[in-house]
């Protein structure tokens, strides 16, 4: 079955600066990669979300890249604010079934 | 605004408990999903079903069932609770890709 890996666990930035978050999957079948918000105590949102026919797409503030043959995809996050603090989660699922999510990161942005 | 509502916020039960966890949405959508969300294993597909009393296992549904005999409404059972299913439990409802996720049952086993 499908396995998905992030990294970092937790990342720090000061305000203002960039944010990367990375993750695999094992799934060449897997199509459809988005990425949660999750502030404490809410519900996870989705935030992103990019199809494996397009290689990047960016949302103001937001981008996410996938590399199909490396089977990775990244999330950035530039000008980061002290409101982007949350954990945030990728996810990969074959064509919106079965979504199988990474185990989470933590960012904390540092005013 | 689709609504996903989960009848308990906060949940403490004892072991050997049977356990129901409800979550109802509002709209007239067939996908739905139960997870658990642990520190550092990310949320994890228990079961999901795509329609009326159909059901499938995700990743990790032993220790659970569940039931879905109406469109709105797709319950988590815990037949007999552990301390090890002490979890955040999340429902989600699925249209095309997009998964929304209700606001969550946090479940203590004693």
């Known amino acids: 079955g499908e396995n998905v890996e992030q990294h970092p666990s937790t990342l720090s930035v000061q305000e203002g600066d960039s944010a990367v978050i990375k993750c695999t999957y094992s799934d060449s079948a897997s199509n459809y990669f988005p990425w949660y918000k999750q502030e404490l105590g809410k519900r996870p949102q989705l935030i992103i979300d990019i199809r494996s026919n397009v290689g990047e797409k960016k949302d103001q503030r937001i981008a996410v890249t996938l590399n199909k043959t490396a089977k990775h995809f990244s999330l950035h996050i530039t000008e980061t604010q002290p409101e982007d603090s949350a954990v945030y989660f990728c996810?990969?699922?074959?064509?919106?079934?079965?979504?199988?999510f990474g185990p989470g990161t933590r960012l904390s942005v540092l005013p | 605004d689709v609504k996903v509502t989960q009848s308990s916020r906060y949940l403490v039960k004892r072991t050997g408990e049977k356990v129901f966890l409800e979550c109802v949405q509002d709209m007239d959508h067939e996908n739905m999903f139960w997870y658990r969300q642990d520190p550092g294993l990310g949320l994890r597909l228990i079961y999901f079903?795509?329609?009326?009393?159909?059901?499938e296992k995700g990743d990790i549904p032993e220790g659970y069932s569940v039931s879905r005999e109406k469109k709105e409404r797709f319950s988590l059972i815990l037949e007999s609770a552990s301390t090890n299913q002490t979890s955040m439990y999340l429902c989600?409802?699925?249209?095309?890709?997009?998964?929304?996720f209700g606001p969550g049952t946090r479940l203590t086993v004693l």
């Open positions: 079903s795509y329609d009326v009393k159909m059901k």
């Open positions: 996810a990969a699922s074959t064509h919106g079934q079965n979504f199988v």
């Open positions: 989600a409802w699925g249209f095309y890709n997009e998964q929304f």
